[in-house]
């Protein structure tokens, strides 16, 4: 249960109190209860201090973007969650806010008998704020710990600002923290101590669902203050089942294809994990350790550090798997790699100097259509696959890799500013992608705008200098029509 001391950090001064009733594990973003090291941190206390664990993991409804979507995903995995807890001697508190500030309250009455309290060190959305803000109130240490990837936040010292700089520098570093893994399941073989009954006006005042999602009853959200058009995703599965599903399928039937069939417009050979490792419900060490079984793999396989931020040939591996782990490693935690180190990692300024200044220079050319906010989220635009990739997104919460692509640009040379263009992809990837408000979510959007690349001639009206794409090369290269008809209108 020892976890790296590089992905644990203090968010206060308060002291731990021996003489607490219990450990509190503050679940919020590594929403799981496998491969999770913040859980190995909160059973490392509980054998230390002779604890029992108690989890608390709420779902508010007043974040920006709060919907049916977003709600039934999460809620399908604290399900998953009860389930798994069932029948073990951790007290497992799920908590869905009825009305917005109904739960204010709830952890620092939890906290106030806790020996430590221990949550997830997430670096996007509201997280690091309320994190910051709860830790100022608990009378009890609060720590955070870092599950977010294979690389601990902490192990760079600098924002990186391409991909080849970052991957040289995992090339360099990384090996040492493949060895560093959480545990799959932390309660087995773990004689944990019963958790001592929570006072009735607690569960009174914030009624926990843990039993019924344990049973299968899932509440109803039409009660819920969300955005009920944002529907959930049929077919889609939440959670840590959902999870596991996934990687399976991904693991035994689509990993061989991945390099030839990733953009594939019919049975696209993508892993589909996003969301799931958006909201904590899958583990990249999960993944990364299935693949390593299944391919007779070891760390020990590594090249070194001789490759020079090469995308193939460090890990060792096939070509399909290097692909796919240059995606799921480098590009997913370069994202995560500037959203911990720049607290405006979503905002305009954060682009690169020269694609801020030939984004100026070129903000006065005509453009050939300008859409609103509306038009564009209705896709009635006058290009079809543009159409198609929005339609996609608000019907299933995602968008084809490459037409995500072609989404954005787009975006950009029909709006009127590039600032206008930015704010149009981060409320509709916000609103609608179940992996939006994700720091690789950002990298993407903000990928359409310069981060992460560079400068491109010849030099272009409203482009400038960042990298253009079009719709004609983009029907040039795929075999557009089944998608087409699919997302048609």
């Not at 497992?92 to 917005?100: H, I, L």
């Not at 200044?357 to 903000?363: I, M």
């Amino acid at each position: 249960m020892s976890v790296p001391e590089l992905r644990v950090s203090h968010a206060n001064d308060a002291p731990i109190r021996a003489e607490g009733d219990y450990v509190l594990y503050w679940m919020i973003a590594q929403r799981r209860v496998r491969w999770n090291f913040a859980l190995d941190r909160a059973v490392h206390h509980c054998r230390s201090l002779g604890k029992p664990l108690v989890i608390l993991e709420p779902l508010r409804v007043g974040y920006p973007w709060a919907s049916a979507r977003m709600h039934r995903f999460v809620i399908e995995g604290m399900a998953s969650n009860a389930r798994r807890l069932a029948g073990t001697n951790v007290r497992y508190y799920a908590y869905v806010e009825p009305e917005a500030g109904a739960g204010k309250g709830l952890l620092e009455t939890l906290a106030g008998r806790a020996s430590v309290v221990v949550t997830d060190d997430y670096p996007a959305f509201f997280l690091p704020r309320m994190v910051s803000a709860a830790a100022a109130r608990l009378p009890v240490r609060l720590e955070k710990v870092d599950s977010n990837g294979l690389l601990p936040l902490r192990a760079a010292d600098k924002i990186y600002k391409r991909a080849v700089d970052f991957r040289r520098f995992l090339q360099k570093t990384l090996a040492p923290h493949l060895g560093e893994l959480p545990a799959e399941d932390p309660l087995v073989a773990v004689d944990l101590p019963s958790p001592p009954e929570l006072p009735p006006e607690v569960l009174t005042r914030w009624p926990s669902l843990a039993p019924s999602l344990a049973a299968g009853d899932l509440p109803d959200l039409g009660a819920l203050p969300i955005d009920a058009s944002v529907a959930p995703v049929a077919g889609v599965l939440g959670g840590g089942d959902g999870g596991d599903a996934l990687v399976e399928r991904f693991l035994d039937r689509r990993l061989h294809r991945y390099g030839e069939d990733r953009n594939a417009v019919v049975d696209r050979a993508t892993s589909e994990l996003s969301a799931h490792l958006h909201f904590g419900h899958t583990s990249t060490h999960q993944v990364l350790v299935g693949l390593a079984k299944r391919r007779g793999w070891d760390p020990g396989q590594v090249a070194g550090v001789g490759q020079r931020g090469a995308r193939l040939g460090w890990w060792g591996l096939d070509e399909a798997s290097e692909g796919f782990l240059d995606e799921l490693v480098t590009w997913r935690e370069l994202g995560f790699n500037m959203a911990w180190q720049d607290d405006g990692y979503d905002r305009y300024g954060s682009l690169p100097e020269w694609a801020r200044r030939t984004l100026e220079e070129h903000e006065g050319d005509p453009r050939p259509e300008v859409y609103d906010l509306g038009t564009f989220e209705a896709a009635e635009t006058h290009d079809e696959i543009w159409n198609a990739a929005q339609r996609e997104l608000v019907r299933d919460g995602r968008i084809h890799n490459y037409l995500r692509m072609l989404w954005g640009k787009k975006i950009l040379e029909w709006s009127a500013t590039p600032r206008d263009a930015l704010a149009t992809m981060i409320e509709l990837n916000n609103k609608y992608a179940l992996d939006g408000r994700d720091p690789n979510s950002y990298s993407g959007i903000f990928w359409c705008l310069g981060r992460y690349d560079r400068a491109w001639g010849p030099e272009r009206p409203i482009f400038g200098k960042v990298r253009f794409m079009s719709s004609d090369s983009t029907r040039r290269k795929m075999k557009l029509a089944p998608y087409l008809e699919a997302y048609g209108a």
